[in-house]
């Protein structure tokens, strides 16, 4: 008998447009995967609230569908894949209410990502601080083995599995515990602008050279990397390069898929100049391909939205199981 595939469930907020590196953290490791594992994504409407800021009710659907047509464009076969909005599946509120009754205050306050974007904030919602709850219940509702993220997230997905080691010890075993898949090279990708900063879509949105859209035309994907940071030590060996140049060096690395070896001699007695060329070339040869399908793909609404409506009926029925197996453990039903 074969063994079942692992479940792999991961999500992106629809919260503009999507930088490299959400595309090398997630996108493309969920593409590359999909014939290894039984795959779940999710549009993640419902993070993106979390910053009231960012609810714009007109763009926001919108954002949605473009968001959806990018997880195509980027190699996201609906046939392999259950594709679908967090939002139009009621479950995920509905355990995360009830696992936020278990999950003490004081692990959610020592989350980094709320943390940092807490500071500088005069009034910070509790959605902000209860999001890795609700991302828990995402994860934990499907049952999932897997969740292919950057390395930003890494930290959400260990609460989620601590949550879920929780309820299970307090109401016997009712979930299974997931694990983070992170890729070695590239997990984190750097700002452009300052390599000791994650590329954020948040700072992408206020600095113009911050970060690479998947959108970007050859032109600005050039002046983009020919303005990223560099220092005057001329270093190209992985190990030795100072953390802009690391960066470079990383995303060469990711799009042109050659090897560190062969990088470092195909960069030998070669100058800063040489290195950018290159990287832009490999960064426009891999993300043109993706923007001709996108401009296919986001004009037919209605095929968006059948698939959709194949990926909520999908899932829902995974979900409404684990849910009614929650309720039935706490007494609710
Ligand atoms: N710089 C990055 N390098 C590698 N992976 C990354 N991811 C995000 N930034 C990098 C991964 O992309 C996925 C998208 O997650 P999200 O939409 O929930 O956004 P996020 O993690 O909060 O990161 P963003 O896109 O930069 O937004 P802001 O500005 O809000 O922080 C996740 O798998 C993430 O790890």
Redesign the pocket.
């Known amino acids: 008998m074969t063994k079942p595939k692992l479940r792999v469930f991961?999500?992106?907020?629809p919260?503009g447009d999507?930088?490299i590196?959400?595309y090398?953290?997630?996108?493309k490791v969920w593409a590359k995967n999909q014939d290894l594992y039984d795959n779940i994504f999710c549009v993640?409407d419902l993070?993106a609230i979390t910053?009231p800021e960012a609810i714009k009710p007109v763009d926001f659907k919108k954002q949605i569908k473009q968001t959806v047509a990018l997880y195509l464009a980027c190699g996201l076969d609906p046939k392999k894949s259950a594709i679908f909005v967090q939002s139009t599946v009621p479950a995920h509120t509905e355990l995360a209410w009830i696992l936020n009754c278990i999950t003490p205050v004081s692990w959610l306050e020592k989350m980094t990502?709320y943390k940092s974007?807490a500071k500088n904030r005069q009034s910070v919602g509790a959605g902000l601080l209860n999001y890795p709850v609700l991302m828990a219940a995402d994860i934990l509702l499907y049952q999932t083995d897997l969740v292919?993220?950057?390395?930003?997230?890494k930290q959400h997905v260990e609460i989620a599995r601590d949550i879920a080691k929780r309820f299970n010890s307090i109401f016997g075993q009712t979930f299974r515990l997931p694990r983070s898949l992170i890729r070695q090279e590239?997990?984190?990708?750097?700002g452009l602008d300052d390599p000791t900063q994650?590329?954020?879509?948040?700072?992408?949105s206020q600095k113009a050279d911050h970060a690479i859209f998947l959108s970007d035309r050859p032109e600005i994907i050039r002046r983009k990397i020919a303005r990223a940071v560099t220092d005057n030590k001329n270093e190209l060996l992985f190990k030795k390069a100072s953390l802009g140049i690391k960066n470079l060096l990383t995303l060469y690395q990711i799009f042109s898929g050659k090897s560190q070896s062969v990088i470092e001699k195909l960069l030998t007695d070669k100058g800063y100049g040489f290195l950018k060329n290159e990287v832009s070339e490999a960064i426009i040869a891999e993300l043109s391909p993706i923007q001709e399908q996108y401009q296919k793909i986001v004009k037919d609404e209605k095929l968006l939205q059948e698939i959709l409506n194949r990926g909520t009926k999908k899932v829902e029925k995974i979900a409404l199981k684990t849910l009614s197996d929650v309720k039935k453990k706490i007494g609710l039903s």
């Open positions: 991961s999500g992106i907020q919260t999507l930088h590196g959400n090398i953290g997630a996108l993640v993070h910053i990502q974007k292919p993220v950057g390395d930003d997230q590239g997990a984190r990708i750097m994650k590329m954020s879509k948040s700072i992408a």
